[in-house]
């Protein structure tokens, strides 16, 4: 589990996240929402402590994070952000090498179970044929499967990822958030497409301007009335035999009848 409780965070003067009490629990998957600017990534900075905030605490599976050394942290979390997609000259896999690490010593690097589990998450994120390619000489959503791999090959118990969709295509999207899904462990992922975390999230906690406004079980977070109110544009869900589907349409576009008012209250938090 990863917690955040009273968590606020300041550029200078300006706070940005106030109060946030966030909760990611063991084995589910937390999706994190909000319009741009709201928050989410200041989050993600916090909960994976590269950034410290101004007040509050983060506790992972119920140990504060700043009593873990950064190699035991490194053992059990994997982040990848928005900014991780570097440039470095070196392959795909020896970026993805790198992500054994944190379960290595000075004397054992790179074995043979390291380059099995290198061969393994590349394949998994459908970028096995990438491994002796030059990682900066790839395309945005190549270089976001291969970080996405070098997480995995962490082996970790956590995982959190920023807006890890979004060089992704439609079919890959699915694949990867289906595959995380797939793993059972602790996983907060910060999305924009809402059909997306609808339908593969259990929970979600949704920003706006910095505050929480609802934190909870997608069905009933979800709501056209909150993500009206929130993103400010017109939303109709349905609930269909395949899941949550919403549809948006711009809120001065008359042809489009009003939202049905949603069954969940806003600030449904736990
Ligand atoms: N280094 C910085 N210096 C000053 N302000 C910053 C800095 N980084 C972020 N901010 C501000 O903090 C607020 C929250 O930013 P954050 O990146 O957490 O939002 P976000 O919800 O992740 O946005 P997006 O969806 O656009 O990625 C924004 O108003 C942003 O302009």
């Known amino acids: 589990m990863i917690e955040g409780r009273g968590l606020t965070y300041a550029y200078g003067a300006t706070t940005v996240v106030r109060d946030v009490d966030v909760r990611a629990e063991s084995g589910r998957i937390l999706g994190?929402?909000?319009?741009?600017?709201?928050?989410?990534?200041?989050?993600?900075r916090m909960l994976t402590?590269?950034?410290t905030p101004?007040?509050?605490?983060?506790?992972?599976?119920?140990?504060?994070?700043?009593?873990?050394?950064?190699?035991?942290?490194?053992?059990?979390?994997?982040?990848?952000?928005?900014e991780s997609l570097g440039d470095l000259p070196m392959t795909v896999a020896d970026m993805v090498?790198?992500?054994r690490a944190p379960h290595q010593t000075t004397f054992s690097r790179n074995g043979a179970e390291d380059h099995r589990i290198a061969a393994s998450v590349l394949r998994r994120v459908g970028a096995r044929h990438l491994a002796d390619r030059v990682f900066v000489g790839l395309s945005g959503g190549e270089k976001q499967r291969v970080m996405i791999a070098r997480a995995l090959a962490q082996?970790?118990?956590?995982?959190?990822?920023?807006?890890?969709?979004n060089h992704l295509d439609i079919r890959f999207q699915h694949e990867l958030l289906a595959m995380i899904r797939g793993l059972g462990i602790t996983t907060v992922i910060v999305l924009h497409d809402l059909n997306l975390a609808a339908r593969y999230c259990d929970d979600v906690l949704v920003l706006?301007?910095?505050?929480?406004?609802?934190?909870?079980?997608?069905?009933d977070v979800l709501t056209a009335e909150l993500l009206q109110g929130v993103y400010g544009v017109g939303v109709?869900?349905?609930?269909?035999?395949?899941?949550i589907q919403f549809l948006f349409h711009p809120l001065d576009d008359e042809s489009v009848p009003p939202a049905e008012p949603g069954h969940a209250k806003e600030k449904s938090a736990r």
Do not use: M, W, Y
């Open 32 to 44: 994190l929402l909000g319009p741009n600017g709201s928050g989410k990534t200041t989050v993600v």
């Open 155 to 165: 082996e970790p118990t956590h995982l959190v990822l920023d807006e890890p969709t």
């Open 54 to 82: 101004r007040s509050g605490q983060v506790f992972l599976d119920g140990r504060p994070l700043g009593s873990f050394t950064h190699r035991a942290l490194a053992q059990q979390v994997a982040v990848v952000l928005q």
């Open 208 to 219: 706006q301007d910095g505050d929480v406004v609802a934190h909870g079980p997608c069905a």
């Open 97 to 99: 090498l790198l992500g």
């Open 236 to 243: 109709e869900r349905l609930d269909t035999s395949r899941g």
């Open 49 to 51: 402590g590269i950034v």
